[in-house]
């Protein structure tokens, strides 16, 4: 049951800094670990997020696996003009997970 | 020789017996006042509070029908903000079906044994954390309150009795730590005085949400002793006593820990 978790500003004023929190629901399995067994567990993570704004890519990181669960990004942008925030994960195992949110700038 | 060692021994059993009261009202402290400000902002800021993905995923259950009684919890419970509040700060409660106290997540099982004809969730369950998560929720502030009914009281002694009671090949009892020691550290880490209040909370260490149940069989394998099995009896009883022993302080579910 994947799901994030995603805040930013409804409303800001043209030219001001907010800020972006982002979370999202994932084991992130290192692919290092065994189990009792032996046997190696396969690599789950998410190995790239994205963030647009209006189409426009403003935000990317590449994740590796010494990143926790459930991997929690923040970061600033500065805002010109009212519009939609898109972020997008991907993974592997054909993890792919979507959510936006929205702005409206005076 | 003999005598002096005698002696010594008697001084230390005195000084253990003083040490081992319970720790006074007016000091105590929530597990969140011994983390670093980074991890209080954590819990703090239901943004960054990663417990908030399983209140999430609880909610979404609160609401879905289950497929044989074709109900969910909000068909018999309505708005959970407004039935559930409160529900949390008493639990284990006593079941008069069983005869015996329940915890929150037993009770939630027991509900949809009962009431919905759903199979029971199994224990540290993704499901079942993120049910007991959402309703726990719903009590964040709350003063706790369990173990104010009568009946509990013979649970609650066998509860404190199992919490001061020396195990493992460590031959530590919780009291040892939690009662006698939390001001002080181990490897690094503080002790803290071991107040229930914010379960289930998202662990750093574990990287998902664990029950409080999950904590305590931590806390015994690491005095090297034999873990009861979730849902035994003797969990729930220190759960009990547990929380009964933090009346009174606020609920922070679900809560950080390091």
Redesign the interface.
């Known amino acids: 049951?994947p799901?994030a978790?995603?805040?930013i500003p409804k409303k800001a004023k043209r030219g001001d800094v907010i800020e972006i929190?982002t979370?999202m629901?994932h084991?992130?399995e290192t692919g290092y670990r065994h189990t009792a067994s032996g046997e190696a567990v396969a690599r789950d993570i998410i190995t790239s997020f994205t963030c647009r704004f209006n189409g426009a890519e403003i935000f990317r990181a590449d994740l590796f696996p010494a990143i926790?669960?459930?991997p929690?990004f923040?970061f600033f942008a500065t805002v010109t003009e009212s519009g939609k925030f898109e972020f997008e994960w991907v993974g592997d195992k054909g993890f792919s997970e979507t959510a936006s949110a929205s702005i409206s700038v005076e | 020789m003999r005598l002096a060692r005698t002696i010594g021994i008697a001084g230390m059993l005195a000084a253990t017996a003083v040490a081992a009261a319970e720790i006074p009202q007016e000091q105590r402290r929530s597990g969140l006042t011994f983390m670093t400000p980074e991890t209080q902002t954590m819990q703090n800021?239901?943004?960054?509070n990663?417990g908030?993905?399983w209140v999430?995923?609880g909610e979404?259950l609160w609401n879905r029908k289950e497929s044989n009684a074709g109900k969910a919890c909000a068909d018999c419970h309505g708005n959970a903000g407004a039935s559930m509040k409160g529900v949390a700060a008493r639990y284990p409660a006593f079941d008069k079906m069983l005869g015996r106290p329940v915890d929150l997540e037993q009770r939630i099982n027991l509900c949809r044994t009962n009431h919905q004809q759903a199979p029971q969730l199994a224990f540290e369950s993704?499901d079942l954390l993120?049910i007991t998560a959402f309703i726990a929720k719903q009590s964040r502030g709350t003063p706790i309150e369990a173990g104010s009914d009568p009946q509990l009281e013979p649970f609650i002694a066998k509860g404190r009795a199992l919490y001061a009671q020396r195990q493992g090949q460590l031959n530590l009892a919780c009291s040892n730590c939690h009662d006698e020691s939390w001001d002080k550290r181990l490897a690094g880490s503080a002790i803290t005085q071991g107040h229930a209040t914010g379960y289930p909370l998202y662990r750093?260490e574990w990287?998902?949400l664990g029950s409080l149940q999950r904590r305590l069989r931590a806390c015994m394998t690491g005095i090297r002793a034999q873990a009861y099995d979730f849902g035994s009896p003797e969990l729930v009883e220190l759960e009990l006593y547990l929380m009964s022993r933090s009346r009174g302080m606020p609920m922070e579910a679900p809560a950080v820990r390091p």
């Open positions: 049951m799901s978790l995603v805040n929190k979370l629901s084991i992130m926790a669960a459930n929690f923040t | 800021d239901d943004t960054a990663p908030m993905l999430l995923d979404a993704r993120a750093l990287q998902t």
